[in-house]
Each structure stands twice: as C-alpha cells, then as structure tokens.
C-alpha cells in the first residue's frame, strides 16, 4: 500500500490564482482529513469528511472547499489564494466503524508558498 | 471548541536520560489523546495514544499518563537516544459517533544532547 499520498509536494502560487491539492489514500479509510501547519506551530484542521459525498468544516474552513466524491480521493481545493494561506499542508485518514477514534494516518505534505 | 496546551516548547535533555511532555485540554469529552513524532520536513507519525477509559499506556520506552479529572497527560520517553529528537505533537478528540478530527498543541522541541 501507498498509504496517503498528495500532489504536488511543492507549489509557488500569485497572489489571486487558484489550485487544487491533491490527496488520496489506498487503505479504504472512511474517514479523511485536511490539516496546515504553519511553521512553528501544530496542525489546525481546514474540513474533514467522513464518507463519500459526506464534508464538513473544521477549525480553520475560511478560503477553502473540498469535495468527496469517491472513497479514496480527498482533493482541498484554495480560490483567490493569499500570503495567509502560506503553509504546509497535510492530509489524513482513518477508518473508523462508528465506535472510536482510530489512528489518523498523514501524507507527506504539500508545502505551498503564496506570494 | 476544544483547546490544547503543550509545554515546554524547548526540552533539551542528556542522553540516557528521561523526557516529560505535558498536556492539558478544555474539552472534558475529549476522549482520545494521540501523540506525534515529527522529524524535520517529514509528516507526523504516530508514536502512542491513549482513551479515556484507560490511566496509562506503556510502549516500550514510551508512555503515556492521563488524568481525566485534571484534564491532562503526558509523555514519558525513557533512556533517550539520539533518534529521539524531533517534534512532539500532543492532540484531542472527542468522538461523539462522527469524527471530528485532531485538536493539537503547539509542539515540543526534543533536543537530546550527547
């Protein structure tokens, strides 16, 4: 297994432009997971989802959107990006069957720098 | 929402000797605390992590304690090695039969000194 992946590992965006980072896990986890990590500091969660079609906003949802249209694939997409969106960017999942928290596995990042 | 504090930031300790992390959390509902190991420029991974309905869980050279009444736990990593240092991540969540994912603290920098 690949685990959790992510694409690109490295980004430099303009002030304004738009992308789409990209995630997907191969361990049919029900459970996915956008976090940032600015530097210095731990991981604030962005939105999460909890199945297919399934979304649902965390701590820090403002300037993001994330769709779940399939088990595997968890894409975090930013619109008229800004200097505050300079982060690193981790996706997660876990499989849980409805009775606790499971371990939270995490991609290798994506480091995306706004300019 | 839940909020997590984590000190020290800095813990620099000889080798061979132990290192204590602690953290403390507002969410009484919380009830699954994680720890993460993060190495420079690499994703965190997952060393411990303890439930509620559980004092203390020993890995090893690792352990974790929690005190639900003082909302708070701690890591605990005996006779330290070079390779222990990194950046320790503790987190809380409360599972109400949905995810609602991880509450981290800060961070603490474990330097083990030679």
């Known amino acids: 297994n690949a685990g959790v992946t992510q694409t690109p590992k490295f980004r430099i965006l303009k002030i304004g432009q738009s992308m789409t980072l990209q995630c997907a896990q191969d361990?049919?986890?029900?459970?996915m997971y956008w976090y940032r990590q600015d530097p210095g500091m731990g991981l604030k969660l962005i939105y999460y989802?909890?199945?297919?079609?399934?979304?649902d906003k965390g701590e820090v949802p403002n300037g993001y959107n994330v769709s779940r249209s399939t088990t595997e694939d968890f894409p975090l997409r930013l619109e008229l990006a800004a200097p505050s969106q300079t982060s690193v960017y981790f996706c997660?999942?876990?499989?849980?069957?409805?009775?606790?928290?499971?371990?939270?596995?995490f991609g290798p990042g994506t480091r995306l720098l706004v300019l | 929402g839940e909020n997590v504090e984590q000190h020290p930031s800095t813990l620099s300790v000889q080798e061979g000797d132990s290192a204590v992390i602690k953290c403390t959390y507002s969410?009484?509902?919380?009830?699954?605390f994680p720890w993460y190991k993060q190495e420079l420029g690499k994703r965190p991974q997952l060393i411990i992590d303890i439930r509620s309905n559980v004092g203390e869980k020993k890995d090893q050279r690792i352990a974790v304690t929690l005190n639900k009444t003082a909302k708070h736990f701690s890591l605990h990593i005996t006779e330290t090695q070079p390779e222990d240092s990194a950046v320790y991540f503790c987190a809380a969540s409360t599972y109400r039969g949905g995810a609602d994912g991880l509450t981290f603290g800060k961070g603490t920098h474990l330097i083990i000194q030679p």
């Open positions: 361990m049919n986890h029900n459970y």
């Open positions: 969410d009484s509902a919380s009830n699954y």
């Open positions: 989802s909890v199945g297919a079609g399934i979304t």
């Open positions: 997660a999942s876990s499989y849980s069957l409805g009775g606790s928290q499971e371990t939270q596995y």
